[in-house]
């Protein structure tokens, strides 16, 4: 009789489940979720599940759960993650029926071809089929790439490891936590076999599994931002080093300004200037050991378009455009704004340096009366009447506080790592040099002194000796 009763319980429950709609849906592991809205559901990672395979059984797509649940990199769940699943499907087939699901990745810094394929479980074939390549290995940083997601089966959660002098796979067994079969079955090794420096391994690795990077020992990390890099813009480099390490490079012919901390965190601010051709250029890195073993790390970095428009600006001061004037104060000024100093002052955003509208912005290619058009606006303007405040926009030094031909009142700010900000046509300066400021203080006032149509403030923003987009640090924190 208590037999019959409880499965009269279970048929009026499935009953009124389907009378009364999915008010609440079962997630992965026998636990439930509310439906949050129309068409979505939770769904709980379990162990060797990924993006794919749960896109897979609910009839959607990577990119929607990613953008869901504010994933920036779809490679990595957690198990016991919750996860909003929009637009569910019912009765969507399963992943191993079901074809790849197309993602978009954009190559950085340490992604190879053997990373990527591991990370999104894809073949070499498939990865050039889908992006057009004659040769995969050849990635740059900034590329973006479409992979087909889940095109062979996963492989098991592995990190990759890069084989230091004096490693042998005993040691780097125990290291692990793994068995020696583990570690000679996850790199198709047979005993006996001796390891050399620089080799990879596949090291089997807890869930979630650290970042797949492959980059040579001793750089342990290194990331560019923002990538693609962009005409006129600033190029952030932070690689770290596996101990102390001395960090030398080049991009473009000029060697990189750098700034250790801590003996194996390394910055380099790289200053693109407006006219750089589109294309691809390589970053050449060499990073020296206390013992003098130095490594090289070059990559592929690629620069668009900047965009900008142009405009022809009428001067009445001709002898303000004569080369025996302007020549003397210009190699001055970026004498000055190509300096290098260890210590760094900003920190976080730059704040607007006046509470004016813009004028002019960055990188508009120029032509003065009619002239050829070969030159372009090194900074971005704001408009004021005069005596409007003209505000600090980070901490800094100044350097140069006094009147010039050209650029009218001008002080020039040294915030620390090769970054300078110049303020130019001021009617009074009312800081002096030495002066350290602070972000919102105010060092001078507008006006129309110099080279000018009118009144105005002209802010430019120097990175290792190029003028650079000024309002990029308003919208990106660097290093």
């Given at each position: 009789?208590?037999?019959?009763?409880?499965?009269?319980?279970?048929?009026?429950v499935?009953?009124?489940?389907?009378l009364?709609?999915?008010?609440t849906?079962?997630?992965?592991?026998?636990?439930?979720?509310?439906?949050?809205?129309s068409?979505?559901?939770?769904?709980?990672?379990?162990?060797?599940?990924?993006?794919?395979?749960?896109?897979?059984?609910?009839?959607?797509?990577?990119?929607?759960?990613?953008?869901a649940?504010?994933i920036?990199?779809?490679?990595?769940?957690a198990?016991?993650?919750?996860l909003?699943?929009?637009n569910?499907?019912?009765?969507a087939?399963s992943?191993?029926?079901?074809?790849?699901?197309?993602?978009t990745?954009i190559?950085?810094?340490?992604?190879s071809?053997?990373?990527?394929l591991?990370?999104?479980?894809?073949?070499?074939?498939?990865?050039?089929?889908?992006?057009?390549?004659?040769?995969?290995?050849r990635?740059?940083?900034?590329?973006?790439?479409?992979?087909?997601?889940?095109?062979?089966?996963?492989a098991?959660?592995?990190?990759?490891y890069?084989?230091?002098?004096?490693?042998?796979?005993?040691?780097?067994?125990?290291?692990?936590?793994?068995?020696?079969?583990?570690?000679?079955?996850?790199?198709?090794?047979?005993?006996?076999?001796?390891?050399?420096a620089?080799?990879?391994?596949?090291?089997?690795?807890?869930?979630?599994?650290?970042a797949?990077?492959?980059?040579?020992?001793?750089?342990?990390?290194?990331?560019?931002?923002?990538?693609p890099?962009?005409?006129?813009?600033?190029?952030?480099?932070?690689l770290?080093?596996?101990g102390?390490?001395?960090?030398?490079?080049?991009?473009m012919?000029?060697?990189?300004?750098?700034?250790t901390?801590?003996?194996?965190?390394?910055?380099?601010l790289?200053?693109?200037?407006?006219?750089?051709?589109?294309?691809?250029y390589p970053?050449?890195l060499?990073?020296t050991?206390?013992?003098?073993?130095?490594?090289?790390l070059t990559?592929?970095?690629?620069?668009?378009?900047g965009?900008?428009?142009a405009?022809?600006?009428?001067?009445?001061?001709?002898?303000l455009?004569?080369?025996?004037?302007?020549?003397?104060e210009?190699?001055?000024?970026?004498?000055?704004?190509?300096?290098?100093s260890?210590?760094?002052?900003?920190?976080g955003?730059?704040?607007?340096?006046?509470?004016g509208?813009?004028?002019?912005?960055?990188g508009?290619?120029?032509?003065?009366?009619?002239?050829?058009?070969?030159?372009?606006?090194s900074?971005?303007?704001?408009?004021?009447?005069?005596?409007?405040?003209?505000?600090?926009?980070?901490?800094g030094?100044i350097v140069?506080?006094?009147?010039?031909p050209?650029?009218?009142f001008?002080?020039?700010?040294?915030?620390?790592w090769?970054v300078?900000?110049?303020?130019?046509?001021?009617?009074?300066?009312?800081?002096?040099?030495?002066?350290?400021?602070?972000?919102?203080?105010?060092?001078?006032?507008?006006?129309?002194?110099g080279?000018?149509?009118?009144?105005?403030?002209?802010?430019?923003l120097?990175?290792?000796?190029?003028?650079?987009?000024?309002?990029?640090?308003?919208?990106?924190?660097f290093?």
């Amino acid at each position: 009789m208590g037999g019959w009763l409880s499965r009269l319980l279970i048929l009026i429950v499935l009953a009124l489940a389907v009378l009364t709609g999915p008010a609440t849906v079962w997630a992965q592991g026998g636990e439930t979720g509310n439906t949050p809205g129309s068409g979505a559901t939770i769904h709980v990672v379990q162990r060797d599940e990924n993006l794919f395979r749960i896109a897979m059984r609910y009839g959607t797509t990577v990119e929607s759960i990613s953008a869901a649940n504010g994933i920036t990199d779809p490679r990595y769940i957690a198990v016991g993650q919750r996860l909003l699943i929009p637009n569910a499907q019912p009765g969507a087939p399963s992943a191993e029926t079901a074809p790849g699901a197309v993602v978009t990745h954009i190559v950085q810094p340490g992604d190879s071809l053997r990373t990527l394929l591991h990370a999104y479980s894809t073949t070499a074939v498939s990865l050039a089929a889908a992006n057009h390549l004659t040769n995969p290995a050849r990635l740059y940083v900034g590329q973006e790439i479409v992979i087909n997601q889940g095109a062979v089966e996963a492989a098991p959660i592995r990190t990759l490891y890069t084989v230091r002098p004096g490693d042998n796979l005993l040691s780097l067994a125990a290291r692990y936590g793994l068995r020696l079969n583990q570690l000679l079955s996850a790199n198709d090794l047979k005993l006996p076999t001796p390891l050399f420096a620089g080799q990879k391994l596949w090291i089997p690795a807890p869930d979630p599994a650290p970042a797949l990077v492959d980059l040579p020992y001793p750089v342990t990390g290194c990331t560019l931002s923002p990538v693609p890099a962009v005409q006129g813009q600033t190029v952030s480099l932070h690689l770290t080093t596996d101990g102390p390490s001395m960090l030398a490079g080049t991009f473009m012919n000029a060697p990189l300004q750098i700034a250790t901390q801590d003996g194996n965190h390394h910055y380099a601010l790289i200053g693109l200037h407006a006219f750089t051709m589109s294309g691809i250029y390589p970053l050449e890195l060499a990073v020296t050991q206390p013992d003098g073993t130095q490594t090289a790390l070059t990559l592929r970095l690629m620069v668009l378009d900047g965009g900008y428009s142009a405009e022809t600006i009428a001067i009445e001061q001709q002898d303000l455009l004569n080369p025996t004037v302007t020549e003397p104060e210009w190699q001055r000024i970026a004498t000055i704004m190509s300096g290098f100093s260890a210590q760094r002052y900003f920190d976080g955003l730059m704040g607007l340096p006046s509470a004016g509208a813009i004028t002019s912005q960055f990188g508009t290619r120029r032509t003065y009366n009619e002239g050829a058009l070969e030159t372009f606006h090194s900074g971005t303007d704001f408009g004021g009447g005069p005596g409007t405040a003209i505000i600090a926009p980070a901490r800094g030094v100044i350097v140069l506080a006094e009147f010039l031909p050209v650029r009218g009142f001008t002080t020039i700010i040294d915030h620390g790592w090769g970054v300078y900000t110049g303020y130019w046509h001021q009617s009074e300066i009312l800081v002096a040099v030495g002066d350290v400021v602070t972000p919102g203080q105010t060092i001078g006032t507008i006006g129309s002194t110099g080279r000018v149509t009118g009144p105005h403030l002209h802010w430019e923003l120097w990175v290792a000796g190029v003028q650079v987009d000024p309002m990029q640090w308003v919208r990106q924190s660097f290093p």
